[in-house]
């Protein structure tokens, strides 16, 4: 979908939680396409990115929008460095659109 294709389709939603909480910091970003040779590693700086931008947060409120949104958040939590980010500070998760995951 389109929600969380794009920063510029996160600017919304990030300028609504800085109006509603000023003081609280807002990280925005979204899975890229990539694939191919360089793929893992663009997806593993991705996550010590994410991580490296929620130092100092001491609980933490996940807004997942659509599929982009959805498989960057599962990626995150199946790594190590997600893992340890999110432990014991995950206070909330809003899924806005996102794809469910299904197993046979």
Known sequence: GF???SQQALRPHAEFYQRL???????????AGVVGEHAAAAYAEQ??????????????????LSNNG???WVD????????????DRLAGLI???A???MSA
């Open 99 to 101: 794809a469910v995951e």
């Open 3 to 5: 929600g969380g294709a």
């Open 47 to 64: 996550r010590r990115n994410v991580c490296d931008a929620l130092h100092g947060c001491g609980r933490l409120l996940v807004h997942i």
């Open 21 to 31: 909480w000023p003081a609280w910091r807002v990280v925005a970003t979204t899975r």
């Open 76 to 87: 995150l939590l199946r790594s190590a460095v997600g893992q340890a980010c999110f432990a």
């Open 70 to 72: 959805h498989y960057l």
């Open 95 to 97: 899924f806005d659109c």
